[in-house]
């Protein structure tokens, strides 16, 4: 038929939510290269110890520099930080790590990362399936609503551990019914972006830790997000990165559009020839709208610095705004 590759977004986006579920301190999250170095993203809410200090101040904190924050969104507007640059309350922090350095980061950001043994999901549909299937056999318990009768006869064959129950998600009364109170992670993806949030922002209300709201209109993004909703799957940037990949050079090995900000974190393999390999970082008049966060040699990785040296082959982590794109491109090509 001539097909090179097909897109499925509802399973990009329930391996997204079990991501999520995962490391549940984050808003986002993204393995590059097999996890060798991992992007996670959250909100500094009030008391954070990161807020008011610098990104030179924080770099002292660690001579071994296991991370690097690559970015900031605030008030709407995304921020590419230099030394000099202070971390605010209610910003939206971008951060490259490495695995070692995750708990760091997260000990900066001032948020717990639980071990999710309870989940409740709202809507049997194909995520929520796909999200069910893969954990029920790793979790203490998963409970799941579903509205339609036909629905949950079906999840009930198919789902062996899962407990379905016949009702409505957005009916507060059911969730007090159902316990939602003492579930750790509370997942929404109906295919109303409304009815998702509310039902999160319900869940958040009772105690749940860890709420997730598959939000497809992209205008309600922002507002999920400052309404208390944890974290926000949205299919269409998901698989929208996916397919960028393609528009841009063959190097370009994974690209990821971010729900919080208008950049796009991507991942490059050196070309031998390629401008980026021909000098230290700090000369090479990469473009201001993009930063470099880390590199991955071999099975080795490293926060990238300014006196980092590329070499051929090495995949390169680049947090660029659309601005950049194009220039960053031509660096690896």
Not at 91 to 101: A, H, P, Q, T, W
Not at 135 to 151: A, G, N, Q, Y
Not at 304 to 327: H, M, N, Q
């Amino acid at each position: 038929m001539g097909i090179d590759l097909l897109f499925y977004p509802e399973k990009i986006a329930s391996h997204e939510i079990i991501d999520l579920l995962k490391q549940t301190g984050t808003s986002e999250f993204m393995d590059c290269s097999g996890g060798k170095l991992q992007l996670i993203v959250f909100r500094l809410d009030d008391g954070a110890p990161l807020i008011d200090r610098t990104m030179s101040e924080v770099a002292e904190l660690t001579s071994e520099t296991p991370y690097r924050a690559v970015a900031i969104s605030r008030e709407g507007k995304t921020i590419i930080p230099r030394g000099s640059t202070t971390f605010k309350m209610h910003d939206l922090v971008f951060v490259i790590s490495k695995k070692e350095g995750v708990k760091e980061v997260m000990s900066y950001s001032g948020k717990d990362n639980i071990d999710v043994k309870r989940l409740m999901i709202v809507r049997g549909g194909r995520i929520g399936e796909m999200v069910a299937r893969k954990l029920e056999h790793s979790l203490e318990h998963i409970k799941m609503i579903e509205l339609k009768k036909e629905r949950c006869d079906y999840l009930s064959e198919s789902l062996s551990k899962t407990l379905i129950i016949n009702g409505d998600g957005r009916n507060t009364d059911l969730l007090i019914e159902e316990d939602v109170a003492n579930f750790d992670a509370f997942v929404a993806v109906t295919s109303s972006s409304e009815t998702n949030i509310l039902s999160c922002v319900a869940a958040k209300r009772m105690g749940v830790s860890k709420t997730i709201a598959e939000v497809e209109n992209i205008d309600y993004i922002k507002l999920a997000e400052g309404m208390g909703v944890d974290a926000v799957i949205n299919k269409k940037l998901i698989t929208a990165g996916r397919i960028f990949r393609f528009t841009l050079s063959n190097k370009v090995q994974s690209i990821k559009c971010l729900n919080g900000s208008d950049a796009e974190i991507l991942e490059f393999i050196a070309n031998p020839n390629s401008a980026i390999t021909r000098d230290k970082i700090r000369h090479l008049n990469f473009p201001k709208d993009a930063i470099i966060g880390g590199v991955i040699r071999g099975t080795n990785s490293f926060i990238a610095l300014g006196d980092t040296e590329i070499k051929p082959y090495d995949r390169v982590v680049v947090f660029a705004l659309p601005s950049a794109l194009s220039k960053v491109n031509k660096f690896f090509v």
